[in-house]
T-cell receptor
Framework: KQEVTQIPAALSVPEGENLVLNCSFTDSAIYNLQWFRQDPGKGLTSLLLIQSSQREQTSGRLNASLDKSSGRSTLYIAASQPGDSATYLCAITGNQFYFGTGTSLTVIP | DAGVIQSPRHEVTEMGQEVTLRCKPISGHNSLFWYRQTMMRGLELLIYFNNNVPIDDSGMPEDRFSAKMPNASFSTLKIQPSEPRDSAVYFC?????????????FGPGTRLTVL
């Protein structure tokens, strides 16, 4: 069974700092990996989707990478802002669908 | 497009009552997913449909839970009878399932409280 781990569970950084969120998975047989953000009491907003054949995807200040051989994905956020404060989840699509437990990010003004 | 629509947004019911959650996927999407989110267990996939057909319901916790998708624009998740441990946020998501897999788009969720 696929296991998806996100470390750290919580992260607090000052505004303007660049940061990296990590997602690890145990089974490299995946179709794609998707990063979401979830604001308190809200649904999930899709940020980036990386296909299994891709190495990275970029959208604005966000860059996601995928290394299937090592079972890792990272979400890089440049020049963090207080509005980036949310929980970030990674999701794996393989034979089934698995979510990580998320990293709660707080960007301090 | 209005995105994935879920109703009701909040539901409070008493133990033993039947609960029906509703979802309208994004037009043109052919896959639909039901998830449950709790603090203890995070996001769990309950069931998903492809072209209105249930593909994997292994995440459905027990026989009290059932899901239907009578057509491409509507799905229901029913709990009968409901129990306090069913209290959670239930999300519906949809995607277009092509050869490149699924990019899922989530609805706002239904917060269920069973007293």
């Amino acid at each position: 069974k696929q296991e998806v781990t996100q470390i750290p569970a919580a992260l607090s950084v000052p505004e303007g700092e660049n940061l990296v969120l990590n997602c690890s998975f145990t089974d490299s047989a995946i179709y794609n990996l998707q990063w979401f953000r979830q604001d308190p009491g809200k649904g999930l907003t899709s940020l980036l989707l990386i296909q299994s054949s891709q190495r990275e995807q970029t959208s604005g200040r966000l860059n996601a990478s995928l290394d299937k051989s090592s079972g890792r994905s990272t979400l890089y956020i440049a020049a963090s802002q207080p509005g980036d404060s949310a929980t970030y989840l990674c999701a794996i699509t393989g034979n089934q669908f698995y979510f990580g437990t998320g990293t709660s990010l707080t960007v301090i003004p | 497009d209005a995105g994935v629509i879920q109703s009701p947004r909040h539901e409070v019911t008493e133990m033993g009552q039947e609960v029906t959650l509703r979802c309208k996927p994004i037009s043109g999407h052919n896959s639909l997913f039901w998830y449950r989110q709790t603090m203890m267990r995070g996001l769990e996939l309950l069931i998903y449909f492809n072209n209105n057909v249930p593909i994997d319901d292994s995440g459905m916790p027990e026989d009290r839970f059932s899901a239907k998708m009578p057509n491409a624009s509507f799905s229901t998740l029913k709990i009968q009878p409901s129990e306090p441990r069913d209290s959670a946020v239930y999300f519906c998501a949809s995607s277009y399932s092509g050869i490149s897999g699924y990019e899922q788009f989530f609805g706002p969720g239904t917060r269920l409280t069973v007293l």
